[in-house]
């Protein structure tokens, strides 16, 4: 059964664009004059990495975007109980090679996903440089592994939740932050 939750909207679909024209002007100003490629981690990675690539398209900037499902790298298992992933597929149509990549994943918190990503890349080449965007950083790693380029940095609780939702993965716009009702009782 799901326990109450509060519920806190972080960023609407407006402040989402300024986010991710915010990662776009970043990624322009740190990467120009280089081979860049995206790759953005199943589900709203992708989603995030092809906003971003469209925002860069406007300043004539053209990346191609790959996706990858880390499902398969992931340290969990064992974890996770009847919870197990689908596997959604991978495909990266380019080298990897001597390129600069920018991973993206539209929250980081412990970092194991991005660990379990770096991983999966290996398989498709070996890139001059991996970084990373994100659309929200919300702290608490467990692995050291930052986030270079972030649209909105957020101070959470372990124990509340960051939800995003693109139009595109779930018919609606927005990021929340989902905080457990505390139990009263004795």
Do not use: W
């Not at 920018?102 to 991983?119: K, Q, S």
């Amino acid at each position: 059964m799901n326990e109450p939750r509060d519920i806190e909207e972080i960023l609407n679909p407006e402040a989402i664009a300024e986010g991710v024209g915010e990662l776009a002007r970043q990624i322009a100003y740190r990467c120009g004059g280089d081979e860049v490629a995206f790759v953005g981690i199943h589900t709203r990675g992708v989603t995030l990495a092809r906003r971003v690539a469209a925002a860069l398209e406007g300043h004539g900037l053209r990346y191609p975007v790959g996706t990858l499902d880390v499902s398969l790298y992931r340290d969990d298992f064992d974890r996770r109980g009847p919870d197990l992933p689908s596997l959604a597929g991978s495909d990266v149509p380019f080298s990897l090679d001597g390129i600069r990549v920018v991973l993206f994943d539209e929250v980081i918190y412990t970092g194991r996903t991005i660990r379990a990503a770096l991983d999966g890349l290996m398989d498709y080449g070996r890139p001059a440089k991996i970084e990373l965007a994100v659309l929200v950083d919300r702290g608490h790693r467990e692995i050291p592994i930052q986030p270079d380029y972030v649209a909105k940095t957020l101070g959470t609780t372990r124990e509340q939740h960051v939800k995003v939702r693109f139009q595109e993965d779930d018919g609606e716009e927005g990021v929340s932050l989902e905080t457990p009702h505390k139990s009263t009782a004795a």
